[in-house]
């Protein structure tokens, strides 16, 4: 597969829907003779049949519905943020970066910033600081050794 996702503009859907439904052809030939999948022919011609039964959504009320869903992932995330570490908000920031960096693989970091009041660059700034002395520590192993081996010379 090419990993690359084809567009059918809104004329070409409605027309393979159209040879679908009134050509006497089975589905599956028409899809073929298109190259679309089965399914996708399936997908279309079920969406133009909801409008037509009025089931369906004008395009102002489908963004506003997809905003809303979109909206609503956001909060229940931010809450069960809140849930683990909602107690982190009265403590130091120290204590929230070092959360955020446990919890980093669960969710996106600017959502754990955001959610815990904390600035992204100051928590890139905090990693950046808090990798030094685990690195000092890794050198001043290193240079005891070697002095070891020098007989402490």
């Given at each position: 597969?090419?990993g690359?996702?084809k567009?059918?503009?809104?004329e070409?859907k ?7 439904s ?18 996708l022919?399936?997908k ?14 004008s395009?102002a009320e ?15 995330m931010?809450k069960?943020?809140l ?7 009265r ?6 970066y070092q959360f955020?960096d446990e919890?980093?693989?669960a969710?996106r970091i600017?959502?754990?910033c955001r959610?815990?009041e904390?600035?992204r ?7 950046r ?10 050198l001043e192993?290193e240079?005891?050794a ?6 402490a010379t």
């Amino acid at each position: 597969m090419s990993g690359i996702r084809k567009r059918y503009t809104e004329e070409f859907k409605r027309e393979a829907v159209k040879l679908a439904s009134e050509g006497g052809r089975r589905v599956s030939e028409v899809a073929r003779s298109l190259g679309v999948e089965r399914s996708l022919l399936d997908k279309w011609k079920r969406g133009f049949e909801a409008e037509e039964k009025g089931a369906g959504l004008s395009g102002a009320e489908q963004d506003e519905l997809e905003r809303l869903r979109r909206e609503n992932r956001q909060l229940k995330m931010e809450k069960e943020i809140l849930k683990k570490g909602g107690s982190l908000l009265r403590q130091g920031v120290e204590l929230r970066y070092q959360f955020i960096d446990e919890e980093k693989k669960a969710y996106r970091i600017c959502a754990l910033c955001r959610t815990l009041e904390v600035s992204r660059s100051g928590y890139y700034d905090w990693c950046r600081r808090s990798a030094c002395p685990q690195e000092r520590l890794e050198l001043e192993i290193e240079v005891k050794a070697i002095h070891a081996e020098t007989r402490a010379t």
